[in-house]
């Protein structure tokens, strides 16, 4: 009987339109959890039979429809270890099932989330807000290589870092075409090479033994420009800072200073702070740096090694010195002084770890005392074929499921240091629904009172 079958109706229709409701509810009361995904409602008819002639009232069915691709508005945070995804992927965590001799046990089911508000808990994990435990891949912090392919627990120790020596040096620098030594006068020819008459028989050291002396260190510095320092480190960590100078030991451009032609340079550091007499002061690495007149370095040299650097006795090795391509030039300068643009080394002293954060390319980043920052590890991003088809857990977290397929490492999405993912709940739009859900709702059970009404009354014919 079609009354029968309008209240048979009405019934799914409030079931469906409850269902609606306790969605917006939910909705509604995450909209200040962080990673939050608002459910939508979908609503679906079933058609018992229908045709132009004859159609019989079917009945309605709500479902969930999650809405996990949908962006949330990201939100600066002060806190170093927090991060937000910006586009495509979900962060790989674990979950914490027990307690066992004071240590974590946990749930060995890979679980994801966009919830990023991480932090360092007593055992090192980093751990979100629901109690979530971040999954990445480990990097051996002296070489940089990751530890693996498989993530796992990311735990960060509070080891030492053993001292690393140096062996590398990049440095680049503009030198001057007319360096304005003490000496350099441009009105006399040569003035500004290194060596005058007394020096022509060998024009790229003092003393002829490859360095310079001492007692001639005042005489080199006049005829020298500075080329910067930097502290180097030896086998055990000892600092060792090494002063750097350049002096232009050749000129073929027939005796003029400043003319056109071949000009050539070399690089000396201090080997001593303390030496006297005929002892070594300053070494020559043992480079020509020649230059044409265009003042490129003729024939390039991208490195050169110094052999046995050794300063006040502390002896750091052979030290390869890289410049580049092109990167030691000498262009016109007004000032006449040496342009360092680039000095750095590879090496560092011990130091205990500080404090981590989080880089913006998914890096946990470790600051030790000695300043160094080294990566930790690599924060793991993953991506499903169908996103709205996981199953939805605790606090913002989700399971795979056959219908959303097994995770893929390498979403498309970026990390973004020190920022949240807020809930993507739009409080006006959830209000709206929730009036129209409502007045649905309300009018539905006007059409139950009113089919019983018609029931009664055909009750009451017999009467």
Same mark, same amino acid.
């Given at each position: 009987?079609?009354?029968?079958?309008?209240?048979?109706?009405?019934?799914?229709?409030?079931?469906? &339109?409850?269902?609606?409701?306790?969605?917006?509810?939910?909705?509604?009361?995450?909209?200040?959890?962080?990673?939050?995904?608002?459910?939508?409602?979908?609503?679906?008819?079933?058609?018992?039979?229908?045709?132009?002639?004859?159609?019989?009232?079917?009945?309605?069915?709500?479902?969930?429809?999650?809405?996990?691709?949908?962006?949330?508005?990201?939100?600066?945070?002060?806190?170093?270890?927090?991060?937000?995804?910006?586009?495509?992927?979900?962060?790989?965590?674990?979950?914490?099932?027990?307690?066992?001799?004071?240590?974590?046990?946990?749930?060995?089911?890979?679980?994801?989330?966009?919830?990023?508000?991480?932090?360092?808990?007593?055992?090192?994990?980093?751990?979100?807000?629901?109690?979530?435990?971040?999954?990445?891949?480990?990097?051996?912090?002296?070489?940089?290589?990751?530890?693996?392919?498989?993530?796992?627990? $990311?735990?960060?120790? &509070?080891?030492? $870092?053993?001292?690393?020596?140096?062996?590398?040096?990049?440095?680049?620098?503009?030198?001057?075409?007319?360096?304005?030594?003490?000496?350099?006068?441009?009105?006399?020819?040569?003035?500004?090479?290194?060596?005058?008459?007394?020096?022509?028989?060998?024009?790229?050291?003092?003393?002829?033994?490859?360095?310079?002396?001492?007692?001639?260190?005042?005489?080199?510095?006049?005829?020298?420009?500075?080329?910067?320092? $930097?502290?180097? @480190?030896?086998?055990?960590?000892?600092?060792?800072?090494?002063?750097?100078?350049?002096?232009?030991?050749?000129? *073929?451009?027939?005796?003029?200073?400043?003319?056109?032609?071949?000009?050539?340079?070399?690089?000396?550091?201090?080997?001593?702070? *303390?030496?006297?007499?005929?002892?070594?002061?300053?070494? &020559?690495?043992?480079?020509?740096?020649?230059?044409?007149?265009?003042?490129?370095?003729?024939?390039?040299?991208?490195?050169?090694?110094? *052999?046995?650097?050794?300063?006040?006795?502390? &002896?750091?090795?052979?030290?390869?010195?890289?410049?580049?391509?092109?990167?030691?030039?000498?262009?016109?300068?007004?000032?006449?002084?040496?342009?360092?643009?680039?000095?750095?080394?590879?090496?560092?002293?011990?130091?205990?770890?500080?404090?981590?954060?989080?880089?913006?390319?998914?890096?946990?980043?470790?600051? @030790?005392?000695?300043?160094?920052?080294?990566?930790?590890?690599?924060?793991?991003?993953?991506?499903?074929?169908?996103?709205?088809?996981?199953?939805?857990?605790?606090?913002?977290?989700?399971?795979?499921?056959?219908?959303?397929?097994?995770?893929?490492?390498?979403?498309?999405?970026?990390?973004?240091?020190?920022?949240?993912?807020?809930?993507?709940?739009?409080?006006?739009?959830?209000?709206?629904?929730?009036?129209?859900?409502?007045?649905?709702?309300?009018?539905?059970?006007?059409?139950?009172?009113?089919?019983?009404?018609?029931?009664?009354?055909?009750?009451?014919?017999?009467?």
């Amino acid at each position: 009987m079609t009354i029968f079958g309008a209240m048979t109706t009405a019934v799914t229709g409030l079931k469906a &339109n409850s269902k609606a409701l306790g969605h917006i509810s939910d909705n509604i009361a995450n909209s200040q959890t962080i990673g939050f995904k608002r459910t939508e409602t979908n609503f679906k008819d079933l058609v018992t039979f229908s045709t132009s002639r004859n159609h019989a009232p079917g009945t309605v069915l709500a479902e969930a429809r999650f809405t996990n691709t949908v962006q949330g508005a990201l939100e600066a945070a002060q806190v170093p270890t927090h991060m937000a995804i910006n586009g495509d992927g979900y962060f790989m965590v674990s979950e914490r099932v027990a307690t066992l001799d004071n240590r974590p046990v946990f749930n060995e089911i890979d679980y994801y989330t966009r919830r990023g508000d991480f932090e360092v808990d007593r055992f090192g994990y980093l751990v979100n807000g629901s109690g979530y435990y971040l999954q990445g891949l480990a990097i051996n912090p002296v070489t940089g290589n990751k530890l693996g392919d498989v993530p796992d627990r $990311i735990q960060i120790t &509070n080891d030492f $870092i053993s001292a690393k020596q140096t062996t590398t040096l990049d440095y680049t620098a503009n030198l001057p075409s007319f360096p304005k030594t003490v000496t350099a006068d441009a009105a006399v020819a040569n003035s500004e090479l290194m060596l005058d008459a007394t020096f022509t028989n060998d024009p790229t050291t003092f003393g002829g033994d490859g360095f310079v002396q001492a007692q001639d260190e005042q005489l080199f510095l006049d005829r020298s420009l500075a080329g910067g320092a $930097i502290t180097m @480190y030896d086998s055990i960590g000892n600092p060792v800072n090494v002063e750097l100078r350049w002096s232009k030991v050749n000129n *073929t451009a027939n005796g003029a200073g400043q003319g056109a032609g071949s000009e050539t340079w070399n690089l000396f550091y201090r080997t001593s702070t *303390t030496a006297t007499g005929a002892a070594a002061k300053w070494n &020559n690495v043992g480079q020509n740096y020649t230059f044409n007149s265009s003042g490129v370095a003729t024939p390039p040299i991208t490195s050169t090694t110094v *052999t046995n650097l050794t300063v006040d006795g502390i &002896n750091l090795g052979n030290i390869t010195v890289n410049h580049g391509s092109n990167q030691i030039s000498q262009f016109a300068d007004s000032n006449g002084s040496v342009s360092v643009k680039d000095i750095e080394q590879d090496g560092f002293a011990s130091g205990a770890l500080a404090s981590i954060a989080v880089s913006d390319n998914g890096r946990v980043v470790g600051t @030790y005392t000695n300043g160094k920052q080294l990566d930790l590890a690599e924060v793991t991003l993953v991506k499903f074929n169908a996103d709205n088809k996981l199953r939805k857990l605790d606090g913002g977290a989700w399971a795979a499921t056959q219908d959303s397929g097994e995770a893929i490492q390498g979403a498309s999405g970026q990390i973004v240091a020190e920022a949240r993912e807020t809930s993507n709940v739009d409080i006006a739009d959830e209000f709206s629904k929730l009036i129209v859900t409502q007045q649905a709702y309300s009018a539905t059970t006007r059409i139950v009172t009113t089919s019983d009404e018609l029931v009664q009354e055909t009750l009451n014919m017999k009467r």
